[in-house]
Protein backbone atom coordinates (compact mmCIF):
# COMPACT_ATOMS: atom_id res chain seq x y z
CA UNK A 1 0.00 0.00 0.00
CA UNK A 2 1.36 3.43 -0.89
CA UNK A 3 1.83 6.04 2.09
CA UNK A 4 2.37 9.76 1.40
CA UNK A 5 2.94 11.39 5.22
CA UNK A 6 3.31 14.47 6.07
CA UNK A 7 4.47 15.46 9.60
CA UNK A 8 6.09 18.79 11.30
CA UNK A 9 2.43 20.62 11.49
CA UNK A 10 1.51 22.61 14.69
CA UNK A 11 0.53 25.27 16.74
CA UNK A 12 2.84 28.26 15.85
CA UNK A 13 2.65 32.26 16.86
CA UNK A 14 2.45 34.66 14.11
CA UNK A 15 5.73 35.53 11.97
CA UNK A 16 7.04 31.76 13.38
CA UNK A 17 8.70 28.99 11.14
CA UNK A 18 7.12 25.56 10.82
CA UNK A 19 9.14 23.07 8.20
CA UNK A 20 6.80 20.06 6.97
CA UNK A 21 7.97 16.82 5.69
CA UNK A 22 6.62 14.34 3.84
CA UNK A 23 7.97 10.71 3.48
CA UNK A 24 6.57 8.09 0.93
CA UNK A 25 7.12 5.00 0.02
CA UNK A 26 6.33 5.01 -3.50
CA UNK A 27 7.84 3.28 -6.19
CA UNK A 28 9.37 5.90 -8.85
CA UNK A 29 9.52 8.95 -6.38
CA UNK A 30 12.15 10.70 -8.86
CA UNK A 31 9.26 10.40 -11.87
CA UNK A 32 6.33 12.10 -9.71
CA UNK A 33 6.30 15.76 -10.15
CA UNK A 34 5.35 16.54 -5.93
CA UNK A 35 3.37 19.75 -4.45
CA UNK A 36 2.04 20.82 -1.22
CA UNK A 37 -1.65 22.00 -1.19
CA UNK A 38 -3.53 23.09 2.14
CA UNK A 39 -7.65 23.95 2.88
CA UNK A 40 -9.35 25.88 5.21
CA UNK A 41 -12.28 24.92 6.89
CA UNK A 42 -15.05 25.94 4.55
CA UNK A 43 -13.11 26.61 1.82
CA UNK A 44 -11.81 24.82 -1.25
CA UNK A 45 -8.31 22.76 -1.33
CA UNK A 46 -5.43 25.15 -3.13
CA UNK A 47 -2.53 24.79 -4.56
CA UNK A 48 0.53 25.86 -2.70
CA UNK A 49 3.87 25.07 -3.89
CA UNK A 50 5.10 22.52 -6.37
CA UNK A 51 8.17 21.04 -7.44
CA UNK A 52 9.25 19.41 -10.14
CA UNK A 53 10.99 15.47 -10.51
CA UNK A 54 14.53 16.92 -10.62
CA UNK A 55 13.16 19.83 -8.17
CA UNK A 56 14.97 22.27 -10.51
CA UNK A 57 11.83 24.25 -11.12
CA UNK A 58 9.34 25.51 -8.46
CA UNK A 59 6.32 27.48 -8.14
CA UNK A 60 4.11 28.94 -5.40
CA UNK A 61 0.69 30.77 -5.01
CA UNK A 62 1.67 34.45 -4.81
CA UNK A 63 0.66 34.65 -1.25
CA UNK A 64 3.41 32.26 -0.04
CA UNK A 65 6.08 33.79 -2.49
CA UNK A 66 9.19 34.58 -0.58
CA UNK A 67 7.85 32.94 2.54
CA UNK A 68 7.69 29.29 1.83
CA UNK A 69 10.25 27.30 0.13
CA UNK A 70 9.39 23.94 -1.62
CA UNK A 71 12.52 21.07 -1.43
CA UNK A 72 13.13 17.42 -2.29
CA UNK A 73 15.21 14.73 -2.18
CA UNK A 74 14.45 12.15 -4.47
CA UNK A 75 17.21 9.97 -2.76
CA UNK A 76 15.40 10.40 0.58
CA UNK A 77 11.90 9.96 -0.86
CA UNK A 78 10.95 13.13 0.73
CA UNK A 79 9.69 16.43 0.01
CA UNK A 80 9.62 19.37 2.56
CA UNK A 81 8.13 22.73 2.65
CA UNK A 82 9.54 25.29 4.88
CA UNK A 83 7.26 28.25 5.84
CA UNK A 84 8.30 31.49 7.24
CA UNK A 85 6.79 34.99 8.47
CA UNK A 86 3.28 32.84 8.84
CA UNK A 87 0.48 34.34 9.27
CA UNK A 88 -3.37 33.78 10.52
CA UNK A 89 -4.08 33.23 6.96
CA UNK A 90 -1.54 30.03 6.52
CA UNK A 91 -4.22 28.17 9.00
CA UNK A 92 -5.30 25.01 7.50
CA UNK A 93 -4.77 21.24 6.79
CA UNK A 94 -1.60 20.79 4.56
CA UNK A 95 -1.06 18.17 2.21
CA UNK A 96 1.54 16.24 0.29
CA UNK A 97 0.11 14.84 -3.20
CA UNK A 98 2.18 13.59 -6.26
CA UNK A 99 1.15 12.64 -9.69
CA UNK A 100 1.85 9.86 -11.19
CA UNK A 101 5.20 8.83 -12.57
CA UNK A 102 5.76 10.74 -15.93
CA UNK A 103 9.90 10.91 -17.00
CA UNK A 104 9.24 13.50 -19.69
CA UNK A 105 7.82 15.98 -17.29
CA UNK A 106 9.96 19.23 -16.05
CA UNK A 107 7.04 21.01 -14.52
CA UNK A 108 4.52 20.44 -12.00
CA UNK A 109 0.43 20.58 -12.16
CA UNK A 110 -1.46 23.24 -10.21
CA UNK A 111 -4.61 21.20 -9.87
CA UNK A 112 -5.53 18.97 -7.19
CA UNK A 113 -7.04 16.60 -10.23
CA UNK A 114 -3.22 15.82 -11.25
CA UNK A 115 -2.16 14.39 -8.46
CA UNK A 116 -2.92 11.12 -7.88
CA UNK A 117 -1.37 10.37 -4.58
CA UNK A 118 -2.36 12.12 -1.46
CA UNK A 119 -0.99 12.13 2.16
CA UNK A 120 -3.71 12.61 5.08
CA UNK A 121 -2.40 15.45 5.50
CA UNK A 122 -1.07 17.62 8.84
CA UNK A 123 -2.97 20.76 10.71
CA UNK A 124 -1.16 24.06 10.55
CA UNK A 125 -2.74 26.64 13.15
CA UNK A 126 -1.16 30.09 13.27
CA UNK A 127 -2.34 32.02 16.09
CA UNK A 128 -1.29 34.65 18.95
Known amino acids: QVHLTESGGGLARPGDSLTLSCTTN????????MAWFRQAPGKEREFVAGISLSGTTTGYQDSVKGRFTISRDNAKNTVWLQMSSLKPEDTAVYYC?????????????????????WGQGTQVTISS
Open 26 to 33: VRRFSERA
Open 97 to 117: AGTPPDSSTSWYPTQPRAYAL
